[in-house]
């Protein structure tokens, strides 16, 4: 169970008359098990606030609840463990190391879990294998598709198995087919339980969600 809930979050970069104000002061709820996406022109905020709910970015003011827990009231070490053991990340543009292998990209979530590493090398293969990709995991990523490389960064995602999935423009990269495959994944993550956040441009894909949550000039339409 992790349900999250913004309090009046607001976010501002700079200070004085180079200031950039991000958010004005924005709330919602996200119950557990919801897949909501959010959408909004470049520059309207979505990325920060997705950032914000990734406990990567402390707000300027308001609160990020996480089942009760004010977020940036914890210490970091603390934050960071939350983040470890709750939330998996995709990004729009990989981030794939691209020296190591899939498998060993996969793995990096669990550099800090004790674990042996045979042990982090069969979680990171059923990851894979979840995305269709586990004949593959001892390529490299220059020797995949970037559809394909999108699935090695969901696996890496959910190798630790967090009950949320933050993703900032999973399809941005891809052609309309690929796009669809791994809108298809995340649906499936979903209905298995996760939490999924999803910015993206695409209104097509963001119909994939329970609701969507739209951002203008920093704010909640």
């Known amino acids: 169970m992790k349900r999250i809930e913004a309090q009046q979050i607001a976010k ?3 200070k004085g008359a180079t200031s950039v104000t991000a958010l004005k002061g924005v709330s919602f709820t996200i119950d557990a098990g919801e897949f909501v996406s ?4 470049s520059g309207s905020g979505k990325s920060t606030l997705l950032s914000i709910v990734g406990t990567l970015n402390s707000p300027t003011s308001g609160r990020l609840m996480v089942d009760g ?3 940036y009231a914890l210490a970091k070490d603390k934050r960071a463990d939350l ?3 709750s939330i998996g990340f995709v990004f729009q543009n990989f981030n794939l190391i691209p020296y190591l292998t899939l498998a060993e990209n996969v793995m990096l979530p669990l550099a800090t879990v004790r674990e042996k590493r045979a042990k982090k090398r069969a979680m990171a293969l059923a990851a894979l294998e979840k ?3 586990s004949e593959k995991s001892d390529r490299l990523p220059g020797q995949i598709s970037g ?3 999108e ?3 969901i696996a890496r995602a959910i190798v630790g198995r967090p009950p949320i999935i933050l993703a900032d423009e999973p399809t941005g990269n891809l052609d309309s087919k690929t796009g669809k495959e791994i809108m298809g994944i995340i649906n499936t993550l979903n209905s298995e339980g996760m939490t999924i956040i999803m910015v993206t441009h695409n209104a097509d894909y963001a119909a994939y969600a329970n609701r969507v949550l739209r951002v203008a000039d920093g704010l909640l339409m």
Do not use: F, N, S
């Open 12 to 14: 501002q970069y700079g």
């Open 151 to 153: 699935r090695v960064a």
């Open 131 to 133: 995305v269709g990709l």
């Open 38 to 41: 959010v959408m909004g022109e």
């Open 83 to 85: 983040r470890r053991e």
């Open 69 to 71: 827990v004010d977020v």
């Open 147 to 149: 559809g394909e490389q």
